[in-house]
């Protein structure tokens, strides 16, 4: 029997496809992780070879040869290949999507790896003339050199940006002299900057307990108020694995968090860094991708898709914000980042450290049941002190764009102080929904069960669940009258409001309207961190993990917006919202107050934040979640059907109910189907199927064999369909 090639191909097929090996090519030629080019229906794909073996259950005539093998060596190492391909078993997705989705886009579409980045500069010999033409007519150029020179001809390319900032184009001007060569070679580990301050025994007692398990598997929650120092604790640990020669994969929920992370871990770990996220260019991403991949990067530094990156030997894996949502793709390859950084951790025989200031209640009846080791920090690092909290009840009041007169009031007093004043709003745009006074009309989008949202300075109405947008009219597209209104706020209005009243005080707006362009996020940030914005005024950006010392005051312009939620984790994600965003007062060397607006002042959660603390908000949700069986005291499975009517995906989901009878018997609890809460979206009807069950281990058998029976049903092929292991959104 000739060899047969297991390949993983981007195609919505759970399983692998079998091709013959390329005319001339020998076994030792062709290894698991290589991407090869091989004919698939009337076009060549490119795909990645997974297992090489003797049989096939397919014809012999109908095998078909590989075209051509398009890496030398592997991409992916056999323990990645292996990782990968378990998280596609768990997450029950098509194990080629979810091998090709872990590439950069162009070694997707079969393109040659880029060439290893430069990551040292060595100074060549230079002649008397040279130095002197360099001193007088290249000073730039001068200053390298010279700089070079004082270190003995050799520096990373990390320590060379930190010196001069951008410097390609100096490089390029003394490579092409001949004056410089650009190695690539992984820098050395060199001395780590100490901090200039005394942990507090909190940290210290977190940094040992870790300490003692580097080198096999353990997950620690590391459970600390907001400005507690969790980031310190985590340089120090990075610190110990990079020292003993092993790699550090730190992930972070959010594009805004990472230029305030890659300064200090540039500063405190100055050894190659490799940074992932959709902010970067194609181009960028693959060259971290392969710097990881190759070993070339020692620490690797992104977001969600980051967990997918290959690292060889990895000695600690760090989850900062671990009960933030944004961890969990919600759309195609559903996955969840926090969890399989727990997976990849025990694989690599390392630890694992989950960082938050509000852990998810997953984490803490994990940590409360000895499964995680619960590492505690409940004072903020230096002379920090937790902020006061108040709410402001804000009902018969007449407000302002938004804002109360105490509120306003409160804005004046800290402004008059020389302190700076954050302004909370987790809503982008101008207002939420335009409306004719004199017809009732409303800007509904004509493809989503939603409103259309007001950008005033765009002048365009845009949807923000599909994307849908149409200009600002002037006359009501009902009755033609003129009388169209904002109803509601955004930040938009926000900042023109705050302008108004306090126009001779800075003020820097942070949504993903603002830092829409390349380079804009890093600069707001640093005017904020600088102290150089009296106001900031923005959305949950602001709200995870960033450290502003000059904010005394935080608003909240209206946190009644989560408190009746449809999920049973709205609850949750709102406590864990309000005590983030008042994480960022007083973290400085003034005191610290939280301001809330509401209409519901006796609300029974607001009342525990503000009178208690999050732990014993936390302590009452898992006792009611406990009680109603519903995660982490259950498993949960969504399965999403749409379809271009409403009838059509909600009759797939009725089709499926006797196969789970058949598969699962009573031992699986179905929910639905249901229509989804918004049931029309981007022009498509949806509808739901929840399952659920106590045992996650009986779970999974039953999705092993319901999930490929699914795709035989006689409406499968005219719906859309989707499985959802450990759903977080059931919108």
Known sequence: MPLILRIALPAPVYGLFDYLPPEKASTQE??????????????????????????????????????????????????????????????????????????????????????????????????????????????????????????????????????????????????????????????????????????????????????????????????????????????????????????????????????????????????????????????????????AGRGQARVVLGTRSAVLAPLPDLGLVLVDEEHDSSYKQQEGFRY??????????????????????????????????????????????GKARKPGMQLLDIRNQRLQGGLSSPLLQALEDTLSRGRQAMVFLNRRGYAPVLTCYSCGWLSECPRCDARQTVHHQQRKLVCHHCGAERPLPAHCPACDSPELHPLGQGTEQLEQVLQQHFPGHPLVRID????????????????????????????????????????????????????????????????????????????????????????????????TLVNQDYAAFAREALKERERAELPPYSYQTLIRASASKAETAENFLHQSIPLIKELAGQDIQVWGPVPAPMQKRAGKFRSHLLLQSDDRQQLQQFLRAFIPALSTLPDATRVRWSVDVDPQDLY
């Open 30 to 291: 062709l290894q698991p992780g290589q991407r090869l080019l091989v004919p698939f229906g009337h076009t060549d794909r490119c795909g990645i070879l997974v297992e090489v073996t003797d049989n096939t259950r397919i014809a012999p005539q109908r095998l078909r040869s590989v075209r051509a093998v398009l890496d030398d060596t592997p991409l992916m190492r056999q323990e990645h290949l292996d990782f990968l391909c378990w998280v596609a078993g768990y997450y029950h997705h098509p194990v080629g999507e979810v091998l090709l989705s872990a590439l950069p886009l162009r070694l997707r579409k079969g393109k040659q790896p880029l060439l290893p980045r430069p990551d040292r500069v060595r100074l060549l010999d230079i002649d008397a003339q040279t130095r002197a033409h360099l001193q007088r007519r290249a000073p730039r150029q001068w200053q390298v050199v010279s700089w070079l020179a004082s270190l003995g001809g050799s520096a990373g390319m990390g320590d060379l940006r930190r010196q001069f900032g951008a410097v390609h184009g100096v490089l390029r001007a003394l490579q092409n002299k001949g004056l410089i060569t650009l190695d690539t070679a992984a820098s050395p580990l060199t001395p780590p900057q100490q901090p200039d301050f005394t942990l507090e025994e909190e940290q210290s007692r977190a940094i040992a307990a870790v300490s003692k398990g580097l080198g096999r598997y353990g997950a620690f929650l590391l459970d600390g108020v907001t400005g507690s120092g969790k980031t310190e604790v985590y340089l120090q640990l990075a610190q110990q694995v990079l020292a003993q020669g092993r790699n550090v994969l730190l992930l972070v929920p959010e594009i805004s968090l990472t230029p305030q992370l890659v300064s200090r871990l540039e500063k405190r770990l100055p050894v190659s860094l490799a940074v992932l996220h959709s902010g970067r260019s194609d181009r960028e991403r693959e060259q971290a991708w392969l710097m």
């Open 512 to 607: 993903r309207d603002a830092t829409s362009t390349r380079g804009s996020l890093d600069q707001l940030l640093k005017l904020a961190r600088e102290g150089q914005a009296s106001l900031l005024v923005g959305t949950q950006m602001l709200a995870k993990g960033h450290h502003f010392p000059g904010v005394s005051l935080v608003a909240m312009v209206d946190v009644d917006g989560g408190l009746f939620g449809a999920d049973f984790r709205a609850a949750e994600r709102m406590a864990q919202l309000i005590i983030q965003v008042a994480g960022r007062a007083g973290r400085g060397e003034h005191p610290g107050r939280v301001l809330m607006q509401t209409r519901f002042p006796d609300h029974p959660l607001l009342q």
């Open 336 to 381: 969840s980042a926090r969890d399989m950084a727990l997976v990849r951790a025990r694989r690599a025989g390392c630890p694992v450290v989950l960082g938050s200031a509000t852990p998810s209640l997953e984490s803490l009846k994990n940590a409360r049941e000895g499964r995680y080791t619960w590492l505690k920090l409940t004072r903020r690092a």
